[in-house]
Nanobody
Framework: QVQLVESGGGLVQPGGSLGLSCAAS????????MAWYRQAPGQERELVAE???????HYAVSVKGRFTISRDNTENTMHLQMNSLKAEDTAVYYC?????????????WGKGVVVTVSS
């Protein structure tokens, strides 16, 4: 089993920066693909960014150039650095880990952390 715990959320001014972290325990962290999702009030949950074991990344168009996803396999952590934040970034952010080779594929979620961008 995998446990994921997010940290770093809070209130930030528009244009400011915030860093989120996800700490994983249980199965070997480096085996799986990690991702950040978010769900804004009244909206569907959406993919923000994802990163493979090797460090390849993919970003949603809405955050590309502003957010940076990274991981430290030795520390079993994943990080999302959010810069130039906008009010539209306000959401609950979730850490996700996937083992796609499992049968059925295993999927683990953190409980989420609130990010509020407001003046």
């Amino acid at each position: 089993q995998v446990q994921l715990v997010e940290s770093g959320g809070g209130l930030v001014q528009p244009g400011g920066s915030l860093g989120l972290s996800c700490a994983a325990s249980g199965r070997i962290f480096s085996i799986n693909t990690m991702a950040w999702y978010r769900q804004a009030p009244g909206q569907e949950r959406e993919l923000v960014a994802e990163i493979t074991n090797a460090g390849s990344t993919h970003y949603a168009v809405s955050v590309k150039g502003r957010f940076t996803i990274s991981r430290d396999n030795t520390e079993n952590t994943m990080h999302l650095q959010m810069n130039s934040l906008k009010a539209e970034d306000t959401a609950v952010y979730y850490c996700k880990a996937v083992y796609p080779t499992d049968s059925p594929p295993s999927e683990y979620w953190g409980k989420g952390v609130v990010v509020t961008v407001s003046s």
